[in-house]
């Protein structure tokens, strides 16, 4: 057995039942799913049948289903043979799996039993009550698999799918939920919302899922929340931020932090920590996580005692920022947070200092935790600050087991340390599979509210609980680029 299959076949007892633009690993290209992440779905359906004569089970008898199609004579396809308990199990699979069946039993060749209207659907288990002279009656239907939606961006950023993968695997090593499989429907290269929404409503109307897990981007994960709130199927998203995703109703979560919560805590480290007295924002017009974080920094920023010098915007895909620059250097404020995306923030840094001779400290939020940025344009972005969901270098003491687990299992599965990306798509896909595992049933809204009842959850990042808006109540990472490169700064407790 591998190095990494053993790693990861031992974490998985940990693992199961019991127990904006997206950001970016260190490899830009999408990986091979990990093997037992995905299962493979069939067009078939499981009966398990027990056979009973006044309430004692029938041993050896031979069970046998056809599909009710009116004016066709009865084709019996599928069997299997009752044992000790009087339990039949027989896989039927076809091109139409789902609609009416009739059955039979038979015992020595001599038929004992017939039963009619029995409803089978495709990718269910159902269990069956056959009393011979009596109705069949279906005492339970469970799906054979957990499906699964895991919406993200450009498919070169796939770190939120790869820890989601492996979490998947992780559970499904440990029995996956209550003995029955996880699969994971990947959809990403989502560009627009609409496209977004798009993917969300294929996975649910055809794909058939069970939950989603994503998108990473605010916008986009708005517009999906309104498909899985119309439909009725739980939702949790990865590294989506704004506050207004979870608006679209009570199917809808969030694993990550909020940028009320992020705007604040970076406008109380600018003002405490580095003793900012003067701060500007710079902002990208029209972008729901862009304008939305920075005006909760310059809210909280102000109310920490803080003035609020100069507010710029500019415009998706701009590559000059001479204007917006120029006021920012008039005001003289002491820190600027640019709550941009790549590629425009290293633009907007390096023509900060380079020609317009702006030199105060830039902060940022989580959007800046991308590896492609950060790669790329280090030396630029030297000395600035960012708020971010995961780090790895985090002190031992304040990282729990769970995190240390995750982390080596993550680089032994990819050759790389995890980045936030990945702790956040690995974390979403285990609160919709742990309150899986506490629902009494796998209906929508039993998951649901399982979901909203999470308590203490421990992952790569821990959740108290979630609060009325279904926000997660947790910790948040300040980074520092130190010699290009992305160090651990600060933890930040709720």
């Not at 001599?110 to 659907?121: A, F, K, L, Q």
């Not at 288990?125 to 005492?139: F, M």
């Not at 909280?300 to 100069?310: E, H, I, Q, R």
């Not at 270098?393 to 790389?416: K, N, R, W």
Request: net charge negative; aromatic share 8%; with cysteine.
């Amino acid at each position: 057995m591998s190095r990494r299959c053993m790693m990861v076949l031992v974490l998985a007892m940990v693992w199961g039942c019991g127990g904006e633009r997206v950001m970016q690993s260190d490899e830009q290209q999408v990986g091979q799913p990990l093997s037992k992440a995905i299962a493979q779905a069939a067009p078939r359906a499981v009966v398990v049948a027990t056979v009973r004569r006044d309430d004692r089970p029938v041993t050896g008898a031979r069970v046998e289903f056809s599909r009710s199609i009116a004016g066709r004579v009865a084709a019996y396809q599928w069997f299997g043979m009752t044992d000790g308990e009087g339990r039949a199990r027989v896989e039927i699979a076809s091109g139409d799996v789902t609609g009416y069946y009739l059955a039979r039993a038979s015992l020595d060749s001599r038929e004992i039993g017939t039963w009619s209207s029995i409803p089978i659907n495709r990718g269910y288990e159902a269990r069956l009550d056959l009393p011979i002279g009596g109705k069949a009656r279906v005492t339970r239907s469970s799906p054979l698999i957990i499906k699964i939606g895991v919406l993200y961006t450009a498919l070169s950023r796939s770190n939120t799918l790869r820890g989601a993968e492996l979490a998947a695997m992780q559970m499904n090593e440990a029995g996956g939920v209550r003995g029955t499989p996880i699969e994971i429907i990947p959809r990403g290269g989502l560009t627009t919302p609409e496209y977004a929404a798009e993917a969300a409503e294929e996975l649910i109307a055809q794909a058939e899922v069970m939950a989603l897990v994503g998108p990473n981007r605010s916008a986009h994960a708005v517009a999906v929340a309104a498909v899985a709130q119309g439909h009725g199927i739980p939702m949790m998203t990865t590294t989506a931020t704004n506050p207004s995703v979870t608006a679209a109703g009570d199917f809808v979560f969030m694993a990550a932090f909020t940028d009320d919560f992020q705007g604040r805590v970076m406008a109380q480290f600018a003002a405490r920590e580095l003793g900012a007295e003067s701060a500007a924002i710079i902002a990208q017009e029209g972008a729901i996580y862009s304008e939305g974080l920075a005006r909760t920094f310059a809210d909280n920023f102000n109310a920490s005692g803080g003035a609020l010098v100069a507010r710029e915007f500019y415009m998706d895909a701009d590559t000059t920022f001479t204007a917006q620059l120029t006021a920012l250097a008039r005001a003289a404020p002491e820190v600027v947070f640019l709550s941009g995306f790549f590629p425009e923030i290293p633009l907007i840094v390096g023509q900060a200092e380079r020609d317009i001779g702006l030199m105060a400290t830039f902060l940022g939020g989580d959007s800046w935790d991308n590896a492609m940025l950060l790669s790329m344009n280090g030396p630029t972005l030297e000395g600035s600050f960012f708020s971010g969901h995961f780090s790895s270098q985090v002190g031992p003491g304040d990282l729990s087991e769970e995190a240390h687990q995750f982390i080596a299992a993550y680089t032994s599965a990819f050759g790389v340390t995890a980045p936030g990306g990945a702790a956040m798509g690995y974390d979403a896909l285990r609160l919709v599979a742990q309150a899986m595992c506490r629902a009494e049933d796998l209906t929508p809204e039993a998951i649901r509210d399982q979901i909203a009842a999470t308590q203490n959850y421990s992952g790569a990042t821990m959740i108290a609980r979630y609060d009325e808006n279904r926000h997660p109540t947790k910790s948040a990472v300040i980074n520092r680029i130190v010699d290009g490169k992305v160090a651990f700064y600060q933890l930040i407790t709720p």
